[in-house]
Structures are given as structure tokens and as C-alpha cells.
């Protein structure tokens, strides 16, 4: 059986490079992809490895329990697999979301909800892998720039490895959910002044120096575990390939994976059809879209600006293999503005399920497109909600209190509104008196 290797990421000037040599780009400094050994398979070979998954799926043993290793098939680079570094992660919940729904113009609305995921985000599905590729090649420290979440998912896979962690973040911008994370994980946690793009710069100029391991989605490892949000995303729904998939687009390692994964599965005969992949940008930190829509394939920065902090990027490290998942899947790039993810992210509260900020880009990307005639009422849409509620509780309780400025510390820093208006759609907490019969009255009156 073959290897599985490294090569610069597409098709021209292509070099190759062992799975085990320690590097983030190629000689001539372009992003690297695993080539996975798979080939096409029968549909013998396909019916019986679908039926190891469910029987997997059953099991307790961490390996066949977490969503992310289930799937091994497709993660020969990191074979054998006696060592992996498991919560166990993945095995995220489905939901149908019918105020949603409703609220973006569609028959059915289904969210993925990666929030649900140990350290609260989709980064887990990542960090797993590329922890455990860190453990095999010898690791002993690893670092990341972060806008928080994959600092925290980061710090908490480190730990479990025995590593140490350092990560880079923005001062005062990322959310203070994300910070204690990576504090009680115990990592070496820099704030640096300056955005999340400079810590980016930072992270890999250290990197490239010393003998610390670089976790960002750079690492071509990441790539490879969240590419089974979309395997197990498909093991849920019977292995039909649903039409659209929704995902926020920052540093866009996400959506890369995604396009990845379907273009394996696809390779080896799994699915017959590829779901198109929608990448939602906050307006304002939106290079991906503007390269989108202007037809330029070349990326051109921005000086990111939005309240989804997640997604507060303006130089994406994986902006080609973006490009590269939205045109195989015939999908698009769509933006939304600040008042248009505060609103979804209200609506997605109301199914129960809530989220952080930069997920709610997916609901409001939903409700545009089916505007613009791009989504179809009756067709099948997973929105990928990336993170959890509480990651970002100041957002949320800012929102509803009617109180929520585009610039966290209410400097007027942003071009446009201050304020992001709540639109009536907030729930602002009360204050009673301790009194029962005003209490009654008061519930009596506002009708519940
Ligand atoms: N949603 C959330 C909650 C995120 O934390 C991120 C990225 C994204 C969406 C965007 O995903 O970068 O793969 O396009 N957070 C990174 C971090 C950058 O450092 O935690 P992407």
C-alpha cells in the first residue's frame, strides 16, 4: 500500500514532500495538502466500510467512538494509529432548526452544530489530527495565532498530549469564553498589539526558527481531521448528499476541508453528487467574497473589522484551497453585514440552539440567498454553526440589552454605525422587585 505524502497545493510546479518532514509551505512558499492513498473503491468495498462506520459508531472505544477517527479510511497520513490524541471529538448533533427556517424563507433548515464539540468549536475535529501528528513527529511544544478558538482547542489537546502551548492572540479582541480556555488549559498565552493577521505573521516566523510545532489550519494536518465534519455530516444523513452546505469563512481552513473531503469521497465512489459549498464573510472582513465577486483570483487583504471576532481575518492563510472548494463544488461566496449575523444569531437562540457570533454568518447568508433566487425554498441546507453560545456571552448579552457596539470597547473605530441595532428582536432581561405579587403581575400582564 502507497504512503501518504505532501505536495504544494494545485497544479503547477507541483513538489512533493514525505508526511514526516516537518514544514508549513512548500520551497517556493505555497500551502501544502496531504495526497491521501485512496483509489476508487466497489460498491462491495463501499456497503462494507459504510457498515463499519455504524458498527464504530456503536463502540466505546475512544478510537471508534470519536466522530473524527470513525473514519480513518480517509486519514491514512497518519497511520498506524496507535497514538492518537482523542476527547473523543466530533459525533456533533443535527438539528432542525423550524424558526429558522421560517425566518430565512425555506421549507426545512438543518445546522450541524460544531459547538457541541469538547472545547466548544469545530476546531476539535482539527486539533485531534494535527496533535496527534505533532506527538508522532516528536513534539514537545506547539503554538498558534488564534481569534480564539483554536487557541482554546489548541491548549486543551496540548494538555492531554502532555505538550506545552503557546498561543498568539490579539489583544482585547478575541472573546473572554475562548481566553479562560487557553488559560486553564495552561498554555503560554501572548497578547500581542496588533491584529489577528500580524499574530499570523508572528506565529510562523517563530515557528520557522525554533523547534515549536505550528497547529494554525497552515498545517496541512488540521485540514485533513476537519474534513470529517463533512464525512460524518453525510454518515447522518444516510449518505445523501444534501444540495447546499453553509459555512463561515475566516481564515478559511473550514470550507477548505470541506472541498477537500468531497472531492475524496467523490474519488473513491463514495457520493454521487457534490453538495455546493455557500463560504458566508462578515462584510466586513470579506476577501474571499471580493475576489468572488470581482472574478480575481488573486488575493487582496483587508483590514478586517467585525463584531464575529472569530472571523475578524483579513489576509486568509488557506485562500486558494477556498477558491479551489467553492468552484468544485459550483457554490459561491456571499457576505453579510453586522446587523444581519446580530439578527440570525437571534433566531438560531430561538430554536434552542444558539451560537457564537461568526456562526450566525451561515442563517443570515441562508436568508439572502434564497432571496436572491441562489437557494431554492424546498432544497436540503446545512448551515455548519462553528461554536458554541457561550464562547462569546458578551455579544449575546450586549444584544439583548440592546447595547451592542461594532467596536467591543464603543470607540467609533468602524466605519458607518456604532451601534448594532437589535431591531426589536431582543429579549432585554427585567429587573422586579422580590415580590411575589409583583412578580405574578407582572408575568400575568406580559401575557405568558
Ligand atoms: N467560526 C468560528 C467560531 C471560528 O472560530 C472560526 C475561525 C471560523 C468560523 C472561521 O473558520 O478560519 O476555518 O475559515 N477561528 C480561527 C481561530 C481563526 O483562531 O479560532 P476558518
Not at 432544497?379 to 464562547?391: A, F, Q, S, Y
Amino acid at each position: 500500500m502507497k504512503k501518504a505524502f505532501l505536495k504544494t497545493f494545485g497544479e503547477q510546479n507541483v513538489r512533493t514532500y514525505p508526511i514526516d518532514e516537518i514544514r508549513y509551505r512548500s520551497d517556493d512558499g505555497r500551502t501544502l495538502e496531504v495526497v491521501n492513498d485512496l483509489r476508487p473503491m466497489s460498491r462491495e468495498q463501499i456497503s462494507r466500510l459504510k457498515k463499519l462506520f455504524d458498527k464504530r459508531a456503536q463502540s466505546w472505544k475512544p478510537i471508534d467512538r470519536s466522530g473524527v477517527w470513525r473514519y480513518r479510511e480517509f486519514l491514512s497520513a497518519f497511520k498506524p494509529f496507535d497514538e492518537v490524541v482523542t476527547m473523543p471529538e466530533g459525533n456533533t448533533p443535527i438539528f432542525s432548526m423550524p424558526q429558522c427556517a421560517r425566518y430565512v424563507g425555506m421549507k426545512t433548515l438543518f445546522a450541524k452544530h460544531q459547538g457541541m464539540n469538547p472545547t466548544g468549536s469545530f476546531k476539535d475535529n482539527g486539533m485531534t489530527t494535527a496533535v496527534t501528528m505533532a506527538k508522532k513527529l516528536g513534539g514537545k511544544m506547539v503554538a498558534c495565532a488564534s481569534t480564539g478558538n483554536t487557541s482554546a482547542s489548541m491548549a486543551a489537546y496540548a494538555a492531554r498530549a502532555g505538550m506545552k502551548s503557546i498561543v498568539f492572540i490579539p489583544h482585547g479582541q478575541i472573546a473572554y469564553g475562548k481566553l479562560s480556555q487557553s488559560l486553564d488549559y495552561g498554555a503560554l498565552t501572548i497578547q500581542i498589539n496588533g491584529d489577528f493577521d500580524r499574530a499570523m505573521d508572528i506565529v510562523q516566523e517563530v515557528c520557522n526558527r525554533g523547534t515549536i510545532y505550528l497547529l494554525n489550519s497552515i498545517n496541512p494536518f488540521r485540514i485533513e481531521g476537519q474534513k470529517t465534519i463533512m464525512i460524518e455530516m453525510l454518515h447522518q444523513l444516510g449518505w445523501e448528499s444534501p444540495d447546499w452546505v453553509v459555512v463561515p469563512g475566516g481564515n478559511l481552513g473550514n470550507c477548505s476541508s470541506f472541498g477537500k473531503a468531497f472531492a475524496e469521497l467523490e474519488q473513491c465512489g463514495f457520493i454521487k453528487k457534490i453538495p455546493k459549498i455557500a463560504v458566508i464573510q462578515a462584510q466586513g472582513a470579506n476577501p474571499l467574497y471580493n475576489s468572488f465577486v470581482s472574478k480575481d483570483p488573486a488575493l487582496r487583504p483587508v483590514h478586517a473589522d467585525t463584531r464575529a471576532t472569530a472571523i475578524k481575518i483579513g489576509n486568509p492563510v488557506s485562500f486558494e484551497k477556498a477558491l479551489f472548494a467553492v468552484d468544485i463544488s459550483g457554490g459561491l461566496v456571499e457576505q453579510v453585514s453586522e446587523e444581519e449575523i446580530a439578527a440570525a444569531k437571534s433566531v438560531i437562540g430561538l430554536d434552542g440552539i444558539g451560537s457564537e457570533p461568526a456562526s450566525a454568518t451561515t442563517v443570515a447568508g441562508c436568508k439572502k440567498l434564497v432571496k436572491q433566487g441562489n437557494i431554492k425554498p424546498d432544497e436540503t441546507v446545512v448551515c455548519i454553526l462553528t461554536g458554541h453560545l457561550l464562547k462569546d456571552p458578551d455579544y449575546t448579552v450586549e444584544f439583548h440589552r440592546d447595547e451592542l457596539f461594532l467596536d467591543a470597547k464603543r470607540a467609533s473605530s468602524v466605519a458607518g454605525t456604532k451601534r448594532i441595532s437589535a431591531e426589536g428582536r431582543n429579549n432585554r432581561p427585567v429587573q422586579l422587585e422580590a415580590d411575589t405579587q409583583v412578580i405574578l403581575d407582572y408575568i400575568k400582564k406580559h401575557g405568558f
